[in-house]
C-alpha cells in the first residue's frame, strides 16, 4: 500500500522559510516524479513544483520561481519543498503528489 505523510507546515511570517516533508512509503520515491501542489478554498489545486524522473528536471511556475526548491532523498524516500521568502499569497494547503497518489496535506500561513 503507497502512503504519503506530509508534515512542516505552520504559521510563519512573511519573508520567512519553512521546509516540507514528505515521506513516502511503498514506492521508492526515486522511480517516478514527484510533485507538491497547493490549495485554497474554492480553488483548484495548483502545481507549484515538480521534479520529474528520470534526470533532474525541475518544474515552478512564476508566482514561486526562485523562492521554492523541490528536492528529494532517496535514501530516507523522502521528497521536500524548501519555501524562502514567503508571501501571504502563499497561504494554502499543501499536497504531495506521487504517481496517481496524494498525501493529506499540510496548512501553511503567511501571516504578520
Known amino acids: 500500500q503507497v502512503q504519503l505523510v506530509e508534515s512542516g507546515g505552520g504559521v510563519v511570517q512573511p519573508g520567512g522559510s519553512l521546509r516540507l516533508s514528505c515521506a513516502v512509503s511503498?514506492?521508492?520515491?526515486?522511480?517516478?516524479?514527484v510533485a507538491w501542489y497547493r490549495q485554497t478554498p474554492g480553488t483548484d489545486r495548483e502545481l507549484v513544483a515538480a521534479l520529474y524522473e528520470p534526470g533532474t528536471y525541475t518544474y515552478y511556475p512564476d508566482s514561486v520561481k526562485g523562492r521554492f526548491t523541490i528536492s528529494r532523498d532517496n535514501v530516507n524516500n523522502t521528497a521536500f519543498l524548501q519555501m524562502n521568502s514567503l508571501k501571504p499569497e502563499d497561504t494554502a494547503v499543501y499536497y504531495c503528489?506521487?504517481?496517481?497518489?496524494w498525501g493529506q496535506g499540510t496548512q501553511v500561513t503567511v501571516s504578520s
Open positions: 503528489k506521487y504517481l496517481q497518489y
Open positions: 511503498g514506492l521508492p520515491v526515486s522511480q517516478y516524479t
